[in-house]
């Protein structure tokens, strides 16, 4: 905790969210790799707070979940009626008692609020000395609070929009919902608050006018960017934030030294790193703990989840969970790589390609319409284009080795658990049951017979017999 850290920050996840319209509790949808509250988390992480705290209660069991998930370290608040923003406060001070020092209350909905901003939130907090420093903003305040000020400009209280004369509506700065408070004031005032209100609801923002009535100083911080503060409430506002969140994570790459050729194509979660001088083409997606190495080049068509990929890689066409692709590898066009697969380095796999647990050594080849599920393949070996890897009995999944600079045929049908040795070859369309030792040539298929003029006798007049007459100097045909 450094000596500007606040002693605890409040997220405020109780709402149901009706307008997402939704099973799922509004704070749990998801943007760039994290839920909504995630992101919330994350951003309060950021200031090291001495305590995180999570108020919930429609998806009490789901939110709660997430938030442990997330933030292990976060204290659950339960608010089982949801009576207000103030009755939320008050339930995390009558439940974890008085917090001495600097309480920040946000919210679980504003996704692109940055931690910065909290940050400079705290700061001013402190540099003023302030009771309360409410975090505003300058714009259309429609459906906000408003920033009741005397005409010396001083700070005096915040009115919901439903309890506002005329004149208040005209006011152009509103209240955030995010504040900066001194926890002992505040879990004084909170108890102070009222429900005499159009909504009959216990107001957070009624603190500030408590506040300021009994003497102590009370403030604002203006946010420069408003649209930091704005709340997801259905999924066209969810999709707004998705957009504009992903544009600023495809910015900062490209500043850092990241190609992208098409960002209104692109999109990278929050959560994924990539190496300078990579170059990420059009209609690709980046997901998860995805790490991209320097120089590699993703897509276009790509969706990567949880897989790291090595230096100078290419990856093209492609999907691609929980895999490793090693430096210098080539994927796709039109590759299937499942969990558990993991090509090292130079190793190619190819068009029409599917791989799941499937160790590829370095150098080996994979290139054409072909399914490897459970096995390990040596290094430099190349499997022939058709080979089916039948790992699957109906039962259970069985184990395929191929080993160093072996030579598996076109069309071989491996049928685990096999062993294809070192330097070993199948004939293609075999359909490899037993060991092939290191070094032979495994043949497994019926032997070619050619039944002598068979088409004048069994298709006679046919444009195939006419055609093989053409060729054909015995004249019994
Ligand atoms: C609130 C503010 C308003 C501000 C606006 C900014 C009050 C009285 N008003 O209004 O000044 O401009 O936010 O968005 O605070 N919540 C709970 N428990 C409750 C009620 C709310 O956890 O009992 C949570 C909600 O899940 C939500 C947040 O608090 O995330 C805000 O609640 P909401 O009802 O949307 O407040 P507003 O009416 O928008
Ligand atoms: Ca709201």
Redesign the pocket.
């Known amino acids: 905790m450094s000596e500007t850290s606040p002693a605890a920050v409040v997220i405020?996840?109780?709402?149901e969210g009706k307008r997402m319209k939704s099973r799922t509790p509004k704070v749990l949808h998801a943007l760039c790799g994290r839920t909504l509250l995630g992101h919330a988390l994350a951003a309060a992480d950021e200031l090291d707070p001495g305590q995180l705290v999570v108020?919930v209660?429609h998806g009490r069991e789901q939110v709660s979940a997430e938030a442990a998930s997330v933030a292990p370290q976060a204290r659950i608040v339960r608010?089982d009626q949801?009576?207000?923003?103030g009755?939320?406060v008050r339930m995390v001070t009558e439940s974890i008692g008085v917090v001495p020092g600097t309480v920040v209350v946000s919210?679980?909905?504003m996704p692109l609020l940055r931690s910065e901003t909290l940050r400079e939130l705290v700061d001013r907090h402190h540099q003023a000395g302030n009771a309360v420093t409410v975090l505003t903003a300058r714009g259309d305040a429609a459906g906000?609070?408003r920033i009741v000020r005397d005409p010396g400009g001083e700070f005096l209280r915040?009115v919901?929009e439903r309890d506002a004369t005329e004149a208040e509506r005209a006011i152009d700065e509103?209240?955030?919902?995010c504040y900066a408070f001194d926890g002992t004031l505040l879990a004084d005032a909170i108890k102070r608050v009222t429900t005499d209100n159009d909504q009959h609801q216990e107001?957070?923002?009624d603190v500030v006018a408590i506040l300021r009535a009994d003497g102590h100083r009370v403030g604002t911080l203006l946010a420069v960017d408003a649209g930091e503060i704005t709340?997801v409430n259905d999924r066209v506002q969810l999709s707004e934030a998705r957009r504009e969140l992903n544009d600023r994570i495809l910015d900062g790459w490209m500043r850092a030294g990241v190609t992208i050729i098409d960002p209104a194509s692109t999109w990278i979660d929050v959560t994924v790193t990539i190496g300078q001088d990579a170059e990420i083409g059009p209609q690709t997606q980046l997901q998860g703990a995805t790490v991209i190495g320097e120089g590699a080049r993703i897509g276009p068509d790509c969706l990567l989840e949880d897989t790291s990929v090595g230096e100078d890689a290419v990856v093209s066409h492609a999907v691609c969970r929980r895999t490793e692709i090693g430096p210098r590898a080539t994927v796709g066009p039109f590759a299937y790589l499942r969990p558990g697969t993991v090509l090292a380095e130079g190793a190619h796999v190819g068009a029409h390609v599917e791989l799941k647990k499937a160790y590829v050594g370095p150098g080996a080849k994979v290139p054409h319409l072909t399914y490897v599920g459970d096995a390990t393949i040596g290094a430099g070996a190349n499997i022939g284009a058709g080979t089916i890897f039948a790992n699957y009995d109906g039962r259970a999944k069985n184990h395929t080795t191929v080993g160093e600079h072996a030579f598996v045929g076109s069309n071989t049908v491996l049928v685990a658990p096999v062993t294809v040795g070192d330097g070993a070859y199948t004939a293609a369309g075999s359909a490899i049951t037993d060991e092939v030792p290191a070094g032979d040539l495994g043949v497994a298929r019926g032997r070619q017979h050619n039944s002598d003029g068979w088409t004048a006798r069994n298709r006679p007049g046919s444009r195939s017999a006419e055609a093989a007459k053409r060729v054909r100097s015995d004249d019994s045909l």
Do not use: K, M
């Open positions: 405020l996840a109780a709402g108020v209660g608010q949801q009576l207000g923003t009755h939320a919210y679980a909905d906000y609070g915040i919901e509103y209240n955030s919902g107001y957070l923002t709340g």
